[in-house]
């Protein structure tokens, strides 16, 4: 029999949370209806997480778009407006809970910024090397 408080079930099966169980089944539910829904205007739409909160009243969904054709308060908009009450819907027919969260969508900047540093390495070049030898490096031919 596992000691109280322990973390772990008879059987050894490890205990999580209720509210991170939530989380991630709303995960997979909005990660397939985006799957399904062709939206052409959210473009590469990534959903980086979702956090439901222990009451079960909330479900933040952190998204993730690459581009920038809209701004970031158009693209959440345009979720509140053509994709929260259906996404909704699909959680409560899915998970069946008796209080569906409500869903509330807000920006993952952390990609966006992963992105941006990754594009300043990519010009600063290699640690170590002079700028001749990278601006050189590029201009001669391999096969020479």
Same mark, same amino acid.
């Given at each position: 029999m596992a000691k109280k408080g @322990? $973390? #772990?079930r008879p059987?050894?099966? &490890? /205990?999580?949370?209720?509210a991170a169980r939530i @989380?991630?089944?709303? #995960?997979?539910?909005? $990660?397939?209806y985006f799957e399904r829904v062709d939206d052409e205007e959210l473009g590469l739409l990534t959903i980086t997480g979702v956090e439901v909160d222990n009451d079960m009243n909330k479900a933040d969904v952190y998204?993730?778009?690459?581009g920038d054709e809209l701004p970031d308060e158009d693209v959440l908009e345009l979720?509140?407006? #053509? /994709? #929260? &009450?259906?996404?909704q819907r699909e959680i409560n027919h899915q998970t069946r809970l008796r209080k569906t969260?409500? *869903?509330?969508? @807000?920006?993952? /900047?952390? *990609?966006?910024?992963?992105?941006r540093i990754d594009e300043i390495l990519r010009t600063i070049g290699p640690i170590g090397a002079d700028e001749d030898e990278v601006s050189s490096d590029?201009?001669?031919?391999?096969e020479a």
């Open positions: @322990s $973390g #772990r059987g050894g099966q &490890k /205990h999580f949370p209720r @989380s991630s089944l709303v #995960r997979e539910i909005v $990660g397939d998204v993730s778009l690459l979720l509140e407006e #053509r /994709h #929260r &009450k259906p996404l969260p409500e *869903v509330v969508f @807000s920006f993952d /900047h952390g *990609v966006r910024a992963g992105s590029d201009d001669t031919d391999p």
